[in-house]
Nanobody, 124 residues
Framework: QVQLVESGGGLVQAGGSLRLSCAAS????????MGWFRQAPGKEREFVAA????????LYADSVKGRFTISRDNAKNTVYLQMTNLKPEDTAVYYC?????????????????WGQGTQVTVSS
């Protein structure tokens, strides 16, 4: 059974930075496409970023493009989300997700594995 565990969330002021990590276990991490999603109170879960097996291709939501960077280290079974110039509207629970098939997918329902989430709060 694949398990994903996020870490790195917290409280930061607007304009600050955070780096989220998602450690995978129980599967062959290098064969999973990975993604980050977020969910704010009262809102639906939304796509943030995705990365292919090799890490050679990435995709971002327009709202985070130029501010967030997704990356992965297959040797460490970990995917990262570097977040810079954070805004109050970035406040949400952030989830990492894994998919057994390669590709840059923006729809949550096509991902097979999910972490428990980590809270990111950006104060103004």
């Amino acid at each position: 059974q694949v398990q994903l565990v996020e870490s790195g969330g917290g409280l930061v002021q607007a304009g600050g930075s955070l780096r989220l990590s998602c450690a995978a276990s129980g599967g062959i991490f290098s064969t999973y496409a990975m993604g980050w999603f977020r969910q704010a109170p009262g809102k639906e879960r939304e796509f943030v970023a995705a990365i292919t097996w090799s890490g050679g291709n990435t995709l971002y939501a327009d709202s985070v493009k130029g501010r967030f960077t997704i990356s992965r280290d297959n040797a460490k079974n970990t995917v990262y989300l570097q977040m810079t110039n954070l805004k109050p509207e970035d406040t949400a629970v952030y989830y990492c997700a894994g998919r057994r098939w390669d590709g840059l997918m923006t729809t949550a329902r096509v991902y097979d594995y999910w972490g428990q989430g980590t809270q990111v709060t950006v104060s103004s």
